[in-house]
């Protein structure tokens, strides 16, 4: 087991550690923290209006293994925070390996381009390298923490 494994908890609800979003963050951190690895925990709306904050986070974003975002989904839509936060990491990434395996787009899977390739999705969808991972609200909270734990199992953690 190797205990450096470093874990970084992104709350994006602006109702802090009393949201649904803390709570299911909070509980996949105890749960990776039984298999070793050291957490950090920051909410989100309170970095994004500081630009040396933006800064900070995306320096503790080069020194994990894993990141983990929560939030809550207002009318099928990220909150305003989270998306400024990932435009944000995504500009200011320093680790080009990183850099060139993520990529981070907020897509209308109404349109008919995205219909055309994927089919009705019903949201919130999670799409990577143009494969459907999950999609829906209470199953995908579900399946995302199954699927999460089956890659922390694959990592020898």
Do not use: C, W
């Not at 993520?102 to 390739?117: G, M, P, T």
């Not at 089919?119 to 999670?126: A, N, R």
Request: no cysteine; aromatic share 6%.
């Amino acid at each position: 087991m190797t205990s450096n494994k470093r874990v970084l908890l992104l709350i994006g609800s602006p109702k802090g550690e009393k949201s649904t979003s803390a709570s299911l963050g909070n509980y996949l951190i105890s749960k990776l923290e039984e298999f070793g690895m050291i957490s950090e925990k920051l909410f989100i709306h309170r970095l994004v209006n500081r630009e040396e904050k933006l800064q900070e986070l995306s320096q503790i974003i080069e020194n994990v293994d894993l990141i983990i975002l929560t939030f809550p989904l207002y009318v099928d839509s990220l909150p305003a925070p989270v998306i400024k936060a990932m435009e944000s990491i995504k500009e200011n990434r320093i680790n080009l390996e990183l850099k060139e395996k993520i990529d981070v787009s907020y897509e209308d899977i109404y349109s008919d381009d995205a219909k055309k390739k994927y089919g009705e999705l019903t949201p919130p969808t999670l799409i990577i390298q143009d494969k459907i991972i999950v999609e829906g609200h209470v199953p995908i909270i579900k399946k995302l923490a199954r699927d999460l734990f089956r890659v922390i199992e694959s990592l020898n953690v």
